[in-house]
């Protein structure tokens, strides 16, 4: 079935440093769903992208979705205390309600 | 809204029994999904439900896994017998899936933490 790559696996910053995880198929996506966990929280949900190229932003986070829809990102500026958490991208397989969840990125912040 | 909400939030249980994890939707919602979370394997969508009827439950380990959805506002994800490598993080999530292609938001609840000694 399709695979969702999410890249690094782990990042450590300190803080005010920025921080960005990749997500990448190599497949067509879908559209993205990003989403967030603190630790020992549930996933919760950050923005969607759906169009070729789309750029969406929320404050200091930066959502990119690839031209050719085969990757996206996350950014974020001047990392906070705050941003700890796993970041997870997930796909919404054409035709579906099913999303397809990225293995996360794990960040932690020094502060 | 309460939001989605699940029981037991933690269970601990020995090897052999059965568990039961119980999760109500938010109210509206038409979709509902079922997760395990560890370690090693990430997030996994076990099955899911569209107006009450599973739709994919390819996710599913095997049969000793087993999930319903009889009304609107509940649904159950059994474990019979419980092993050791079921302890996980069980999520529920729930959506509203319109007209439209673009799925909406899920809304996961807090998950149960099941612990199989």
């Known amino acids: 079935g399709q695979q969702v790559m999410q890249i690094p696996q782990y990042q450590h910053v300190q803080e005010g440093e920025d921080f960005t995880t990749y997500c990448n198929s190599s497949t067509t996506l879908s559209n993205i769903q990003w989403y967030k966990q603190r630790p020992g929280g549930h996933p919760v949900f950050l923005i969607q992208l759906v169009k070729s190229g789309e750029v969406k932003k929320q404050k200091r986070l930066t959502f990119q979705f690839g031209e050719a829809k085969k990757n996206s990102s996350l950014h974020i500026t001047a990392t906070q205390t705050t941003d700890v958490g796993t970041y997870f991208c997930?796909?919404?397989?054409?035709?579906?309600?099913?999303?397809?969840f990225g293995k996360g990125t794990k960040l932690t912040v020094n502060p | 809204d309460a939001g989605v909400i699940q029981s037991p939030r933690h269970e601990v249980t020995e090897m052999g029994q059965e568990v039961t994890l119980r999760c109500k939707p938010i109210s509206g919602h038409n979709s509902l999904f079922w997760y395990r979370q560890t370690m090693m394997r990430g997030l996994e969508l076990l099955i899911y439900f569209n107006n009450n009827v599973p739709i994919d439950d390819s996710g599913m380990p095997e049969d000793r896994f087993s999930a319903k959805m009889p009304n609107a506002s509940f649904s159950t994800l059994k474990i019979q017998p419980s092993e050791p490598r079921d302890s996980a993080v069980y999520f529920c999530a729930s959506c509203f899936v319109g007209g439209g292609w673009a799925q909406e938001t899920q809304y996961f609840g807090p998950g149960t933490r099941l612990l199989v000694l």
């Open positions: 997930a796909d919404q397989q054409g035709g579906s309600e099913k999303l397809v």
